[in-house]
Structures are given as structure tokens and as C-alpha cells.
């Protein structure tokens, strides 16, 4: 079968497509036609072998990456229900480094499939798995309402463009950032019907943006956003939290600029003070991931809520598909920040 392997560590162009034997379903197993492989910001700090400290391992090498499966069961192992042969489901193959997702063929342990409805597309389905159902334990932690006026990062990524349609359809105000013309057109167009007053969109690569961000928050709330969610991190990330009142709640996910948000510190001998370098403020720090992360609870009852939304048509999916054989042109495009919604392998 057709796979991506990277057999050492380093540039994107490492990442070659090689043939490699058809797996096998074991017990308990299926093997599943892949039609959308997910691809994370994570597969790139892995591929370059800087995983340290982070959440997952290097992998050994030469390893097929990927941990997200979208398509149909071609095959199923000992003690497995024939019914589920042709069936539509995607999976999130585990918190593995070398999960084998960027492949024609995956083997899935059957407790672990979700099954697909046949009106949402293979790249839809599996931005939920991994992305999707991030964003719901997100909002979960967040718990957004009508009375927020929420700062929002990275708004045209995988993450971004769901988070906005959320925050809209709780009544949030919502003030959020993205990098380029295009982009910004992008999530203003997520603003369906009456949410689109509620919607100002900043170009955080344009002269003044800051300062821009900062009067559209207090149109409506003149001490500051109530709501920071924020998975850049770094600089641009603790502008962002700059935004937020005193007493706000800051949500962090994550820092695609290579450094945690700054302004989710605590200062450990006042107990519950951060510093966003405008002097000390005492705000609701709320880490979705890392160290200081809350537990997730059940991810499969996530998943499955997220691929529900998708379902119901609650959550426009935007995806940034590409060929599976040009894995390496994906990655690229990943860390170059060229690309909007989900990145997906067709």
C-alpha cells in the first residue's frame, strides 16, 4: 500500500511515499480503506525531531506519522462484527507518535470508530476526531455565553474558524484575529445570519492591529474582553491577553509560536495572580492542554459530540486538503501558516 514514511529527521521533504505491506486486523480490530488522513501542527515538531518536552515521544525511525483515520472498513479481525465491513467511520488511532494515520491502510481497534454519516465528507469527518473534539472541551472549559466579549487567535486555523462559530451562536461578541486579507474575509464569512454584527475580524500582520483589536473590544466592553482563547502563544498571544479585563478568563490551548502565553504564569505566592507585563492582574488562567491542563474526561464522547455539530450542520468545517503523496507540501504550507481550517490528506 501507498504511504508517507520519514525515515529521518528534519525538513518536510523528508517525508517520502513508499510502498510497505497491507496490515493485517488482529483480534478486536478493523482495517480501514482511508479516504482523509489528519494532520496536525504537532506531526511537523515531531518530523523535525524537537519533540522535547512536548506532549508525545520521538518516534522511531523510519515511522509512518499521523494519529487520525477517516473511511470505510475494508476488513475486520477475529471476534469482530462482519456488519461493520463497508461501513463509513473515521478514529483517532491513540496518543501514539508513529499512530501510521498517513497511510491507504489502517488497522483500528473497533472500540475506538465512530460511524460517519454518508452526507459528511471523509476531510469533515476526521477534522473532528482530533480538532474538533479539542474544540469542544475548549468551549466546555470556556463556558462562553451572551454576556462575553471574547479575543480569539489563530481565528482562520482548524481550531479558530470553529471556536468563532461557537462563541457567535452562544451570543458572545467576538474580536477575532487572523493574519492576511484573506484569512480575515475567510472568518468573517463563518458569521451566518444576525451573528455578523457581532463579528470584528483584525489582520494582526497590519500596522496598528493592536490598537485596532483594542478599540473594537471596547466598543462593547469598555474594561477589556471578558474571554482570551488563545493557542499562539508568545508575543502575539500575550498582546492578545493584553485585551482581557481584569478578573477575565484566560483559555489556553496551546503555542503554535514555539512559546506558552506569558500571561498565563502564575505568580505561585499570590496564589491566583498573573502578570501580562501591564503590571499584575488577577484573572481566571484556564490551560486546556499542557501541564496545568484540567483532565479531558472522555475524548470518545468528545469526538463524538464534534462529529455531531459537523453532522447537524451546527459547524461550518473548513479544510485545507492535499494530496496524500505531497504530505511534505502540506507540512510546509502548515508551518508557513498557509493555510486556513484543517489541514487534511486526501
Do not use: C
Not at 487567535?153 to 487572523?178: C, D, F, K, N, Y
Not at 492591529?209 to 502563544?233: F, Y
Not at 505566592?269 to 499542557?290: L, P
Amino acid at each position: 500500500m501507498d504511504a508517507i514514511r520519514l525515515h529521518a529527521f528534519g525538513p518536510p521533504e523528508n517525508l517520502v511515499l513508499d510502498q510497505v505491506p497491507d496490515p493485517v486486523p488482529g483480534p478486536g480490530q478493523v482495517r480501514v480503506a482511508v479516504r482523509a488522513h489528519g494532520v496536525h501542527l504537532l506531526d511537523t515538531t515531531l518530523r523535525r525531531g524537537e519533540a522535547s518536552g512536548g506532549p508525545l515521544p520521538l518516534p522511531a525511525l523510519p515511522t509512518i506519522p499521523g494519529r487520525e483515520v477517516a473511511g470505510v472498513v475494508d476488513a475486520v479481525g477475529p471476534g469482530v462484527d462482519a456488519a461493520w465491513r463497508g461501513r463509513r467511520v473515521a478514529a483517532h488511532l491513540g496518543a501514539t507518535p508513529d499512530g501510521g494515520g498517513y497511510a491507504r491502510l489502517a488497522v483500528v481497534p473497533v472500540e475506538a470508530l465512530h460511524r460517519v454519516p454518508d452526507h459528511v465528507p471523509a476531510p469533515e469527518a476526521i477534522a473532528m476526531i482530533g480538532t474538533g473534539r479539542t474544540a469542544v472541551g475548549i468551549l466546555d472549559l470556556a463556558e462562553l455565553d451572551a454576556a462575553d466579549t471574547v479575543v480569539l487567535t489563530a481565528a482562520a486555523g482548524g481550531l479558530g474558524t470553529l471556536l468563532v462559530q461557537s462563541a457567535l451562536a452562544a451570543g458572545a461578541r467576538v474580536v477575532a484575529l487572523a493574519g492576511g486579507p484573506e484569512k480575515v474575509a475567510l472568518v468573517y464569512s463563518l458569521a451566518r445570519g444576525a451573528h455578523a454584527d457581532r463579528l470584528e475580524v483584525i489582520d494582526y500582520r497590519a500596522e496598528g492591529w493592536l490598537d485596532e483589536a483594542r478599540a473594537a473590544v471596547r466598543q462593547h466592553a469598555p474594561d477589556g474582553a471578558t474571554v482570551l482563547l488563545d493557542g499562539v502563544g508568545g508575543d502575539a498571544g500575550a498582546d492578545a491577553a493584553a485585551l482581557v479585563a481584569p478578573h477575565g478568563r484566560l483559555v489556553l490551548f496551546g503555542w503554535s509560536s514555539g512559546e506558552p502565553n506569558r500571561a498565563g504564569d502564575i505568580d505561585h505566592d499570590a496564589g491566583n495572580v498573573t502578570n501580562s507585563g501591564a503590571g499584575a492582574v488577577t484573572r481566571d488562567v484556564r490551560w486546556a492542554v499542557g501541564p496545568r491542563a484540567r483532565p479531558w474526561g472522555d475524548l470518545f464522547d468528545l469526538q463524538e459530540r464534534a462529529l455531531a455539530l459537523a453532522a447537524d450542520g451546527t459547524w461550518h468545517v473548513v479544510t485545507h486538503q492535499v494530496p496524500l503523496a505531497e504530505a511534505a507540501r502540506a507540512h510546509r504550507e502548515l508551518e508557513a501558516r498557509a493555510t486556513t481550517g484543517k489541514v487534511v490528506l486526501v
